[in-house]
């Protein structure tokens, strides 16, 4: 029972580390994949809140449902995230862009979530045969799904907002003019006399 607890647990920072390999890939940035990595601490406090509720224990299937939810509770900020980047780099500014982006990718992020808690709801409710045995699983991954869907839309752009220091093109021609001239910056016609 040790050493499984110890390999799942290799497994779950393996999965996290190789998630984050592919998003790094993806976003062309380290710190775009590293916001939407605090989705998964928030994916787990919703997988021990519904252990606890449902009066399950953490066991070896619970284990394997936390690493498959490492790699599902990443989609929703995939999508966000990657909502925000491209209406920045289309001129939005970066809290504009994040408004925006939550309200075009809500539905998405809602409609993927709720197909995936009821899909795995009967597998939860414990119906057919050793269905007591795989429903920490299902429990673990609806829970944390579920957990972290909701706080994902409040808490992601708020981490976007603190880490991003991207300037994107129209962001970085509007901020020279909104400052005004450089300090100690002489006229063109100053200069050539």
């Not at 989705?39 to 619970?62: E, K, Q, R, W, Y």
């Not at 998405?108 to 197909?115: D, E, N, Q």
């Not at 597998?123 to 795989?134: I, K, P, T, V």
């Amino acid at each position: 029972m040790e050493r499984s607890f110890r390999s799942l647990k290799l497994a779950l920072w393996l999965a996290i580390f190789l998630v984050y390999l592919v998003m790094a890939c993806e976003f062309e940035s380290l710190l775009h994949p590293f916001v939407v990595m605090f989705t998964v601490p928030l994916g787990v406090i919703g997988a021990v809140l519904a252990l606890v509720v449902t009066g399950h224990s953490v066991n070896v299937v619970a284990m394997i449902g936390a690493v498959m939810l490492a790699g599902i509770v990443v989609k929703n900020a995939i999508v966000l995230i990657d909502a925000v980047n491209m209406l920045r780099a289309e001129g939005m500014a970066r809290e504009e862009a994040l408004v925006e982006a939550g309200l075009r990718r809500m539905r998405p992020i809602l409609m993927t979530t709720a197909t995936t808690i009821l899909g795995l709801l009967p597998m939860a409710l414990g119906l057919g045969e050793g269905a007591e045995l795989r429903a920490p699983l299902a429990v673990t991954v609806i829970g944390g799904l579920a957990v972290a869907t909701l706080l994902t839309l409040v808490v992601i752009p708020v981490i976007y907002t603190l880490l991003d220091r991207k300037a994107y093109a129209a962001e970085a021609r509007s901020a020279p003019e909104a400052r005004g001239p450089a300090l100690g910056a002489a006229p063109l016609a100053e200069i050539a006399e």
